[in-house]
C-alpha cells in the first residue's frame, strides 16, 4: 500500500445551488450527472461524497489543497453503482448518512 485517505464533509455547510462552487469542485462528467440528479438531498449526498472522496484522495496521494486540481480527479461509478476514480492504482468507499458524507482512499504500490 502507498497511501491511504479520509475525509468527511457536513452536508449542512454544502449549498446544492452555488453554482460556482459546485464547478469548481466537479469534473465535467460529474457535473452532468449532478445536474440529472432530481432529490435536492441526493444532489447534497453526490457533492458531499465527491468533495468527500477528491479531499480522501489528495491526503492518499501525500497532496495538499492546490497540489491536485479537483478537475483532475474523477469519481464514477460502475453500472452497479459502485465508485471509482480515474486512477487505476486508487481504490475508494463513500457513504452517506443523514447529515454526512465520508470517503474511503487506498492506493495501492
Known sequence: MRGIGVD??????????KIHFIKRILSEKEYEIFLEIKSEQRKLEFLGGRYAAKEAYMKARHKGLGEIDFHDIEVLNFPNGCPYLNDESAHISISHEKKYAIAFVIIEE
Open 8 to 17: 468527511i464533509v457536513d452536508l449542512e455547510r454544502l449549498d446544492i445551488h
